[in-house]
C-alpha cells in the first residue's frame, strides 16, 4: 500500500524507487520458484553450472600451468551456457550465487589470453541483460577495479591485443554508469590516455574505437576527467569523427557526440577554439539533409553540445555572436510541422532561452513607485536595507550579475533554486522540543492588557436596560417571508420603497435571510425592467423634483466609449444611517446615481454638481453622459442610470454601491486613488455555469517563448512603446485607435506599467510593494480601447514566483462593464494560451536578496473581447477591498436583527496609513436579562477569526464573507451557533497593504505575518493588538476554543488547514521514541477532519500539522505556542480550484469560497458536541486515531508535511523551470551503451509532462 501511495504522490523518484522495488521482488520470486524447481528434478543444467563453476574455483587455486587448458575448457563451457540460457545467467547472479566471485577471481588470476576473452564474454553477456542490476552487482564485487587493471596490463602489449581491448571497453562501458567512481578510479590508475590513444591510432577501426568512445564518454562525465583528457586533445578527436557531414557510421558518431556533450561542459577552451561556430554549421548540415528525420539522434546529439557550450557566460556569448539564436530559431520554426522533431525543437528552445541576453526591467527602480514614510524605520531586516541603500543605486541590475568568475568554477552551472529547495528537506521542521512545548506567558504586563477591556464590552454587559424577559426570542419581523420568494425589486416597486421606506428595509432583510445554510443559494439575479415598469420609472423620476436629472443617468453601451472621465459625487451623507447599528433607511435610488460630469461630452449635456458636495470619487473609465433616453430604443440600457444600478447593487445582499462610494471617500490609500473600480462598484454575482480547470494544450509554452525569442532575431517588428507608465507622468498616452489603454489607479489596483510590444502584444509590469522592492504577483488593472475578435496578448513580466497554479489550469479573472450593464455583473475565468514561465529579464542581486541574476517570471495569457469598446478589468483573484470590506460590515450591522444577535463593529486600532481596522463581535442575545441567561451569555466560549493578512490572498476575504454572512444569518443552526461560542473576528489584518496593491506586506514592507512573536505597535499595530486581545483573553483566563487566520494558496489545490502538534512534528525528526511518549491531546485534528466531512472543497490529505522553524512567528504558531490555544490553525484556500470532492476538476468561485467560510461556521457547532468532557471519547466516525496512524507512518515520505505555510513545496513539479538551466546528465549516467533508450529524455511535451506529474 505504501508503494502504491508513493506512486501517486510523488512524482518521478517514486516511482522509479517502486520499480527498483518491484524488479528486486520479482527476482526473489523467481529465484525461489527455481529453488523449488530444482529439488524437484534432479536438475541437469543448473547442477552442470554449479559443477563447472566448483571446477573453476578449484583451478583459481591450485596454479599448475596444466590447468590453462582446463580452465580455457571450463570457460568456454559456461559460456556457452550463458549464451544459451537465461536460467543460468540468473543463476550465476542471483543473491547468494558466488558466481561472479568465482569469475572475477579466475579473471584476476589468468594469464591465458582465451580464458580472459572467455570470462569477459560471459561477463558481458550477464549483464547485457538485468536492467542494469547485474551491472551494479558487478560492481559491488570490485569488477571495476579488476578490469581497469587488465587494461592496464594488456595495454603495455605492443600492439595491445584488439580483441582483448575491444572486450574490456565493452564491459567497461556497461557497467561504468553504475560505479560513480569510475571516473577517479581510471584516473588513478592511469587508465584515461590508453583508451584515448587506443582512438587516436586506430581512427579508422571503427569495431575498436566504438566501445573506447563509450569508456570515454564515461570517464568525462567527471570534470577533473573532462579536463585532463581535453589536455590531451580529446575535444579535437571528437570533432575529426563527427565531422565533415557524413551518414556513414551514424552510430560512431553518436557516441563521439555524446562523448562531446560531457567533455564541452566547462571548456573555456573549447569556445576559444570557435567550436561554438562548428557545431552550429554541423547542427545546419544535418538540418538541411536529414530531410527524411531519419538521424534525430545525431541532430539531438549535435544539440547536446551546443548546449553544453554554452553552460558558461563565454559559450552563450560565443553563441549569440556566431548567430545562434536566429539559426536554432529559424531551423525549429522548420521542424515545427514534424512532431517527431519534438525534441529538437524543445533543445533549441532550451538553449536559445538560456542564451537570451537577461534584461533589465524597462524601470528606473524596482522599488514601489510610490513612498510611505515609516514612523519608525526598522534597526535591520530588508527594509533597513532599502532605506540605507544610497540613492545613487541603480537597483534595477548590478555590476555582479555580470560576473563570470563562478560560473567557470562550477562544473554544472545552475542557478535552480529548486536544488537548493531539496537541500533542507528536513531542515525547516522544529526540533527543539522546548520551542514547541508551549510558553503560555503572557507577554505584556496584566495592566497593560487592560486597554484590551474596552473589546469585550459583553463581558460586562448586564442587560437591565434591554426589554429581554420573555423567554422566547421575539419574532422578527419579516420571520413569515423566511421561505417566501425573493423579492425582486423593480422599478415599479422601487416607486413603492420610496413612497415607503420600510418596504425597502425588509426586502433587504429579506433577502439577507435566504443565506442558507448550503450558502449556495444567491437571490436570483434580477431581470431587466420590463417596458411598463421602466416607463414608471421614468414617471416616478419625473415626479421626483430633486432627481430631475436625467442627462446624466444613463449608463448605456452608448457610454462605456472611453470617454473622458466622470467625477461621480455623491450627496447623502450616508454614515448617518449606517454608524449608529441602527436598521438602514435606504434612501432614494436616485441619490446612486448622482453622477455629475466633471467635463462635457460630446452629445452629452452637462449636468450640474452644485446639489451634491462631499469629496469626489471617480468612477472607472465608464462615462455617464446624458445620451438623451427617449431616442434610445434599448429600454434596458435607456430607462436610468439608477435602473442599471439597482440592478446590480442588489446582487448581493451586502452590495450597496451607493454605500461603497461612501466607504471609498473614507479610505486612506498611498497613492491617494479618486477613481473606483467599476467591479468594486457594482459588485460581483457567481456566474451560473461551471468553469472547469483548464486542460493546457500542446507547447503552448514552447510557443509563447519563440515568441519572445523573436523579440531578439525581428527586432524591428517589436513596438517597444510604452502605454502607460507610473513612473513617468508626462508620457504620452497614444491616441491611435488601436492601442489599448490601461489603468489601475484605484483602490488595490498595482499596474507600474505597460509596454505595447506587438500590435496585439503588451507587456505588464507590477509594482512593488510599498517600501519593498519585491513581492508582486497580485494583479488588478482596467482595459479599454478593445476591439472584438482580435486575441489580445498580455505578458506580467515581473512575477517572482517560481511556480504557479496558472501553468495547471489556473485562469485569470475578467469583468466587463459591459456585461455586467446587461445584468451580468461578474467575475469570470478567461484567457487561453495561459502559461507562466522563466523570462530573460533578471533582477539586481540587491533585490534577490545576495543571489545575483535570478530571473523574473512570465505569466501570459490571450483574451479575446466580446464587446467593443467596452471597459474590462483583470485580477490574479477575485478582487475585495477594504471599502468592501467596510461597506459588507455596514449592510450586516444595519440588517441585524438586535434583538436576536449581539453585534459589534469597532476598530481596533489605525493602521500606519491611518485607516481603521475592523473588529466584529458576534453572538446571540441573551434568552433573557436573568442572571442565569446573562451568565450563560458571558461565559460562552470564544471562537477568535482573523483574515488577510496577505492582502493578494482575496479567496481569504471571500471566505471570511461566507463566515461572517453565516453567523449573521437566520438559519436556526446560525442561532445555535451564536449561542455557543462569541466570535471576535478581524476581518482584514492588513488593511493598508490591500488598499495599495500590495501583495504580500503592509506598509511597513514586512510580511505581518511574521510579526507575532515581537509586533512593534508603532510598525505592525494590526498585529500587536490583535496579540493584544488574545493576551487579554488569556489573562482573565478565557482562551479562544479555536483560532484560525484565512489564508490563500497559489500553488496548492483545494482549502486545507495547518495545525501545530509537538507530537507529529516530532515523528518527522530522528529524535528518540523517548518525545514521542508526549502526552499530546489530538483535538487538533477534530476541526479539520470535520470539515473534510462536511465542506466539499476542503481535503484532509493537504493539512499538516508540523510545526516549521521558519513559521515560528505566524499567527498560528504564536497563538498556539505562546498564547496557548490548542486549537491553532492557519485555512488555506486555494487559487486555483480542486482535485477531488464535489468540486473537482473545476476552479473555485467565490460561492465555492463562501461556502467554504459557512461551512466552516458550521463545523464549529460540531466541534462544540465534541469538545464538551467527552471530547476524548470521540465518536467512531471522526477516526481520529487511525489518520494519526496514517500520518505516523508517513514520516518516511519528505513530502508528507509541509515545508513552507504559505507556498509549501511544490508537490505538482513541473520541469519548466530546468528548461532555462542546466539539468544534471542524466542520461549519461543510466542510459550508457544504450542509445535508443535516451531519446525520449526531454522530448516530453509540456502537456505530457504535466499530466505525468500531476497523475
Ligand atoms: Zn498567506
Sequence with gaps: ????????????????????????????????????????????????????????????????????????????????????????????????????????????????????????????????????????????????????????????????????????????????????????????????????????????????????????????????????????????????????????????????????AALLKSSKRAVYRGYVHVLLTIYVDWHRHDSRHRYMLIRKGILQCIKSITNIKLGRKAFIDANGMKILYNTSQECLAVRTLDPLVNTSSLIMRKCFPKNRLPLP????????????????????????????????????????????????????????????????????????????????????????????????????????????????????????????????????????????EISLKESHFLLTEECNIRPAFLELPKKDSSKDSRLHQQNDQKTMIPTCQCLSQEIVKGLDRITLQNTAKNEQYFGTGCAIKKESKTSLTTLACSKPCEHVSPCKSSLFEGSPVQLGKLCCTGVDSEEDDDSGSNSSGEQVILEVSDISPVHDSDLYIEMVKNTKSVPEYSEVAYPDYFGHMPPSFKEPILERPYGVQRTKISQDI?????????????????????????????????????????????????????????????????????????????????????????????????????????????EALHSRPCWTRVGTDICYYKNHFSRSSIAAGGQKGKSYYTITFTVTFQHKDDVCYFAYHYPYTYSTLKMHLQKLESMHNPQQIYFRHDALCETLAGNSCPIVTITAMPESNSYEHVCQFRNRPYIFLTARVHPGETNASWVMKGTLEYLMSNNPSAQSLRESYIFKIIPMLNPDGVINGNHRCSLSGEDLNRQWQNPNPDLHPTIYHAKGLLQYLSSIKRL????????????????????????????????????????????????????????????????????????????????????????????????????????KGLQIGTRELEEMGAKFSLALLRLKRLASPLEYNLPSSLDIESDLIESSCKVTSPTTYVLDEDEPRFLEEIDYSAESNDDPDIELADNAGDYEAANQEDGLSDSESTRILLS
Design 1 to 260: 500500500a505504501q508503494t502504491g501511495s508513493g506512486r501517486t504522490n510523488q512524482a518521478g523518484k517514486a516511482t522509479d524507487a517502486s520499480e527498483t522495488d518491484f524488479i528486486s521482488r520479482e527476482d526473489i520470486l523467481k529465484h525461489y520458484i527455481l529453488y523449488f524447481r530444482n529439488l524437484s528434478c534432479s536438475g541437469s543444467a543448473t547442477s552442470r553450472t554449479m559443477s563447472l563453476l566448483s571446477q573453476l574455483e578449484k583451478i583459481n587455486s591450485d596454479s599448475l600451468a596444466g590447468e590453462v587448458e582446463n580452465a580455457r575448457y571450463v570457460t568456454a563451457k559456461i559460456l556457452h551456457l550463458v549464451q544459451s540460457q537465461e536460467k543460468t545467467r540468473k543463476e550465476m547472479t542471483s543473491k547468494g550465487s558466488t558466481g561472479i566471485e568465482i569469475t572475477l577471481s579466475t579473471l584476476e588470476n589468468t594469464r591465458d589470453p582465451q580464458t580472459t576473452s572467455n570470462i569477459l564474454n560471459i561477463l558481458i553477456e550477464l549483464v547485457s541483460v538485468g536492467g542494469g542490476r547485474r551491472a551494479s552487482v558487478l560492481v559491488t564485487k570490485g569488477g571495476t577495479q579488476i578490469l581497469l587493471q587488465l587494461l592496464l596490463n594488456f595495454s603495455k602489449d605492443s600492439p595491445p591485443n584488439e580483441e582483448l581491448m575491444v572486450l574490456l571497453h565493452t564491459l567497461l562501458a556497461k557497467i561504468g554508469p553504475k560505479d560513480k567512481k569510475i571516473g577517479m578510479k581510471a584516473r588513478i590508475n592511469g587508465a584515461l590516455n590508453i583508451s584515448l590513444n587506443l582512438v587516436k591510432q586506430n581512427l579508422q577501426n571503427h569495431r575498436l574505437i566504438l566501445p573506447c568512445l563509450q569508456v570515454l564518454r564515461v570517464y568525462s562525465s567527471n570534470s577533473v576527467n573532462a579536463v585532463s583528457l581535453g589536455k590531451n586533445g580529446v575535444v579535437e578527436l571528437m570533432f575529426k569523427i563527427i565531422g565533415p557531414f557524413s551518414k556513414k557510421n551514424t552510430s560512431l558518431m553518436k557516441v563521439a557526440l555524446d562523448t562531446l
Design 365 to 504: 527602480t524596482i522599488k514601489s513607485a510610490f513612498h510611505f514614510q515609516l514612523p519608525v524605520i526598522p534597526a535591520n531586516g530588508p527594509v533597513a536595507q532599502l532605506y540605507n541603500l544610497p540613492p545613487e543605486v541603480d537597483d534595477v541590475v548590478d555590476e555582479s550579475d555580470d560576473n563570470d568568475d563562478v560560473e567557470a568554477e562550477s562544473e554544472v552551472e545552475t542557478e535552480n533554486e529548486d536544488d537548493k529547495d531539496q537541500d533542507f528537506k528536513n531542515d525547516d521542521i522544529e526540533t527543539d522540543i522546548n520551542k514547541l512545548k508551549p510558553t503560555q506567558e503572557l507577554g505584556r504586563p496584566v495592566e497593560e492588557l487592560k486597554m484590551y477591556e474596552q473589546f469585550f464590552p459583553e463581558l460586562l454587559e448586564n442587560f437591565q436596560e434591554c426589554d429581554l424577559v420573555s423567554k422566547e426570542p421575539k419574532p422578527f419581523r419579516s420571520d413569515a417571508n423566511l421561505c417566501g420568494p425573493i423579492v425582486v425589486p423593480t422599478a415599479g416597486e422601487e416607486h413603492c420603497s420610496e413612497a415607503n421606506p420600510s418596504v425597502k
Design 710 to 818: 523573436e523579440r531578439l532575431i525581428h527586432q524591428n517588428d517589436i513596438i517597444d512603446r510604452v502605454v502607460y507608465d507610473l513612473d513617468n507622468s508626462s508620457y504620452s498616452v497614444p491616441e491611435e485607435a488601436d492601442v489599448l489603454k490601461f489603468n489601475s489607479k484605484f483602490e488595490s489596483g498595482n499596474l507600474r506599467k505597460v509596454i505595447q510590444i506587438r500590435k496585439n502584444e503588451y507587456d505588464l509590469i507590477l509594482n512593488s510593494d510599498i517600501n519593498s522592492n519585491h513581492y508582486h504577483q497580485w494583479f488588478y488593472f482596467e482595459v479599454s480601447g478593445m476591439k472584438t475578435g482580435i486575441g489580445y496578448r498580455f505578458n506580467i513580466i515581473n512575477c517572482e514566483k517560481s511556480n504557479s497554479q496558472f501553468n495547471y489550469g489556473m485562469q485569470p479573472l475578467m469583468y466587463s462593464v459591459q
Design 1040 to 1143: 479562544p476554543l479555536v483560532y484560525c487566520d484565512y489564508h490563500g494558496h497559489s500553488r496548492k489545490k483545494n482549502v486545507f488547514m495547518y495545525g501545530c502538534s509537538i507530537k507529529e512534528t516530532m515523528w518527522h525528526t530522528n529524535v528518540s521514541s523517548s518525545s514521542c511518549d508526549l502526552i499530546e491531546d489530538s483535538g487538533y485534528r477534530v476541526l479539520p477532519k470535520i470539515l473534510s466531512q462536511t465542506a466539499p472543497a476542503f481535503c484532509m490529505g493537504s493539512c499538516s500539522f508540523v510545526v516549521e522553524k521558519s513559521k515560528e512567528s505566524t499567527a498560528r504558531v504564536v497563538v498556539w505556542r505562546e498564547i496557548g490555544v490548542q486549537r491553532s490553525y492557519t485555512m488555506e484556500s486555494t487559487l486555483c480550484g480542486c482535485d477531488q470532492g464535489k468540486y
